[in-house]
T-cell receptor
């Protein structure tokens, strides 16, 4: 059965810290890995990763995919209180399979 | 441009009733997918429609059904509601089927079954 596992489930850090969120996947016919940020209701798209070893960056956020080891990481540097959210990872084949998310809380 | 619009935002129903939720995708997006989000199970895929055809279906009972209209708007129906159907129902649209360009989510419909 296809599955996506995220760790840690929750994380509390201080503003300015750097965090690394993990996502491992077992997805038949894997095509891409997606990262989303969910603050209240609508998850917002962060990254889509298709090729192994190529880092994608957007400001203080970056992500990379390892297709050999079947995992991805999401890094957030110089965290801010506005980064507090649930971060969702999803594997994509002919459907999308979400992990249960990492709840990140940034203390001021 | 307008985002993904879901209506209603909140809904309270009684066990045994049925409910219909609506999702209007971003203009030009032809794929609409539906998800159920609960604290225990996280975000779970229900089904995806593309050009009025169901392309994929998740592991949900037949009480959950959907359809897509020619203008790409989609509806999801749940019949014979159970308490466990209480959840946030999210829809997402994308340009092509199976989110090849990434999904854009709506703000969801919060369904409470009492």
């Amino acid at each position: 059965e296809d599955k996506v596992v995220q760790s840690p489930l929750s994380l509390v850090v201080h503003e300015g810290d750097t965090v690394t969120l993990n996502c491992s996947y077992e997805v038949t016919n894997f095509r891409s890995l997606l990262w989303y940020k969910q603050e209240k209701k609508a998850p917002t798209f962060l990254f889509m990763l298709t090729s192994s070893g190529i880092e994608k960056k957007s400001g203080r956020l970056s992500s990379i995919l390892d297709k050999k080891e079947l995992f991805s990481i999401l890094n957030i540097t110089a965290t801010q209180t506005g980064d507090s959210a649930v971060y969702l990872c999803a594997g994509l084949d002919d459907k999308i399979i979400f992990g249960k998310g990492t709840r990140l809380h940034i203390l001021p | 441009k307008a985002g993904v619009t879901q209506t209603p935002r909140y809904l309270i129903k009684t066990r045994g009733q049925q409910v219909t939720l609506s999702c209007s995708p971003i203009s030009g997006h032809r794929s609409v997918s539906w998800y159920q989000q609960t604290p225990g199970q996280g975000l779970q895929f229900l089904f995806e429609y593309f050009s009025e055809t169901q392309r994929n279906k998740g592991n949900f009972p037949g009480r959950f059904s959907g359809r897509q209209f020619s203008n790409s708007r989609s509806e999801m129906n749940v019949s014979t509601l159970e308490l466990g159907d209480s959840a946030l129902y999210l829809c997402a649209s994308s340009l092509v089927a199976t989110g090849g360009s990434g999904y854009t989510f709506g703000s969801g419909t919060r369904l409470t079954v009492v």
